[in-house]
């Protein structure tokens, strides 16, 4: 029988809380410190540092890890991991439960595909040279795990959860101790990178006159605001929100379970893949209710385009703040350097890699879809976003739309690469010719235009 006062009961909400307090310290921080607030660096980034640094103090002083204390449950570092593996997939479905916004022109339709192979051409040149490192590492450092480095693109590219993801499919499946926190640090260096990179660009433009500073907050009006009184309903339409994002959820855990039992050989990696299959879930659903309204059996709007975005903005806040709180540094303590090394690399291939493609492909609009793009394929959708208000604050180019809806095209090209991480741990000389193969195709598709020009 559970009494009220034990720690069984309050733990997991203490972790959740601890988290939210932590986003609001963050945010506190960032507004009193100038140089803070001057680095673009996203506040949740910011609370999961507040967070290490108050636990380092703890375990400094007590010699016990905070969050595996009773006040925790005793095992808090894996409730971390926990909400960083299914706040990726929630806030992925959120995402793809927002309106369409009506029929695309060919010309925006090849830059939203240009862009998403933009976005697997990057993942791909990202594993190149983070298995290269870590294959030359091997030699240095005694039971260095040689596929390693192919977490950069998965820390860069793809953010905080799929890093933890497959960190943990590398940790329990191929034996390389410390998995997770290699890959979840990877992440938060990805978003250091794109904190530093993306002043430095910024910067550098300013001072070139080629852009002004955005002196006003974009504010929400009633344009972007959902100005439906839903507080009239039965259920508040936030519920409503919540409730499809669970279903949808609900479908890719019985998806799930059904493909583990299918192929039992593959079930770490199908149940890696829960962010994938939540967006096709979530497509289902989002099918399913539209058939619905043209038969005229649904009558209201129930998806808000303002309360999905508000929602998946959430997840997405909780995963990286519980994503860097996750990570073990004790586990790393021989890696730092190859570490490093892939964190400064990451930061100058994916920089200037996007630059060209900017230059040679988005030329009515270099700056905006560079920074987008850079902010995105080092930290998340969201610091790219933060990047491109800097110049862009009422999101006059298209380039915020082109990552919205690149995913598509993106996951299309991208899902080898996922596959292809698998086999780096067993053959990783074959995986790099593979992923040099790919990468190469990839920038045929990317520069069609260019390399295979129309005869006058």
Avoid: C
């Amino acid at each position: 029988m559970e009494n009220f006062w034990d720690y069984s009961v309050w733990s997991s909400f203490n972790i959740v809380a601890v988290l939210l307090i932590s986003l609001l310290a963050g945010n506190m921080v960032k507004k009193a410190i100038k140089p803070l607030r001057a680095s673009l660096i996203p506040t949740s980034v910011l609370a999961g540092i507040l967070l290490v640094i108050v636990a380092s103090i703890y375990k400094a002083i007590t010699g016990n890890v905070m969050f595996d204390t009773a006040f925790f449950g005793g095992h808090g570092t894996q409730s971390l991991e926990v909400i960083t593996y299914h706040a990726l997939a929630l806030g992925f479905i959120a995402a793809t439960f927002k309106p369409s916004k009506g029929k695309l022109t060919k010309k925006r339709t090849e830059e939203i595909f240009n862009t998403g192979v933009t976005t697997v051409s990057t993942y791909l040149i990202q594993a190149i040279l983070g298995l290269a490192i870590s294959m030359i590492a091997m030699y240095f450092i005694s039971d260095f795990f040689v596929a390693a480095g192919i977490l950069l693109p998965f820390g860069y590219g793809q953010g905080t959860g799929q890093a933890l993801n497959y960190g943990g499919i590398f940790e329990n499946d191929f034996g390389f101790v410390g998995g997770k926190s290699f890959g979840l640090t990877i992440a938060a260096l990805g978003f250091i990178s794109a904190s530093i990179g993306g002043v430095i660009h910024l910067t550098y433009l300013k001072r070139k006159g080629l852009i002004k500073p955005q002196t006003e907050i974009v504010s929400a009006t009633k344009e972007n605001v959902d100005t439906d009184n839903s507080m009239n309903e039965s259920m508040d339409k936030l519920t409503v929100q919540v409730a499809l994002i669970a279903l949808a959820y609900m479908i890719t855990y019985a998806i799930m379970g059904l493909l583990g039992k299918l192929l039992p050989g593959m079930k770490s990696v199908v149940y890696g893949f829960n962010f994938l299959l939540g967006v096709l879930s979530a497509t289902l659903v989002k099918a399913v209710i539209n058939l619905l309204k043209k038969k005229n059996i649904i009558k209201k709007e129930y998806v808000s385009d303002f309360l999905m975005t508000r929602t998946s903005n959430f997840f997405y806040d909780i995963m990286i703040v519980s994503g860097i709180a996750a990570i073990r540094f004790g586990a790393l303590e021989n890696y730092w350097g190859v570490i490093l090394i892939m964190g400064v690399v990451g930061l100058v291939i994916t920089y200037v890699y996007n630059r060209i493609i900017a230059k040679v492909l988005f030329k009515e609009y270099v700056e905006e879809q560079f920074l987008v793009m850079y902010g995105m394929l080092t930290g998340t959708a969201s610091t790219g976003i933060i990047l491109l208000r800097e110049i862009d604050g009422n999101f006059k180019t298209p380039a915020a739309d082109n990552i919205v809806y690149q995913n598509f095209p993106a996951i299309v090209f991208g899902f080898p690469l996922m596959l292809l991480a698998t086999l780096a741990p067993v053959k990783p000389v074959l995986t790099l010719i593979i992923l040099i193969a790919f990468f190469l195709v990839m920038n045929v598709i990317l520069f069609r235009s260019k390399i295979f020009k129309k005869k006058k």
